[in-house]
């Protein structure tokens, strides 16, 4: 047995969308990540990506609301690079359309609606 053999594809691609904001978040964070979604190339963000952008939002919240610190736009900065929402880090990808959604059994539909 390979050392490598188990371990999560890299490249395995999550087709679901990203869905609705999560229900704890605030209004206003629920608005930003409305916002956050809709800027985002289709196809960019799906299921896995919920709690990076949750960290976009959480900083974007901070920036627009209270004081922050260099180091506040220097995370957000990061993590929106991190995620593609840079102009150069938007280059640098090749967005292919999402495969159809695959049928999921009740039990991973029940799973899924947990995350949100």
Known sequence: MSKYQ???NALAIVS???????RHLPAL??????????????????KSDRVIVEVVV????????SE?????LNALSSVL????L??????????????????VSAEEKAELDELD
Do not use: C, Q
Not at 16 to 22: C, D, F, L, R
């Open 29 to 46: 964070e629920r608005s930003i990540w409305a916002e956050t979604v809709r800027i985002a190339p289709p196809n960019l963000l799906t």
């Open 86 to 103: 840079s102009p150069l880090d938007r280059v640098k990808m090749s967005l292919e359309p999402l495969p159809a959604p695959t049928v």
């Open 6 to 8: 188990g371990r999560i």
């Open 68 to 72: 922050y610190k260099t180091s506040d």
């Open 58 to 65: 959480r900083l974007i919240a901070k920036m627009r609301t």
């Open 81 to 84: 690079a991190k995620i593609g």
């Open 16 to 22: 679901a969308p990203i869905g609705a904001a999560p």
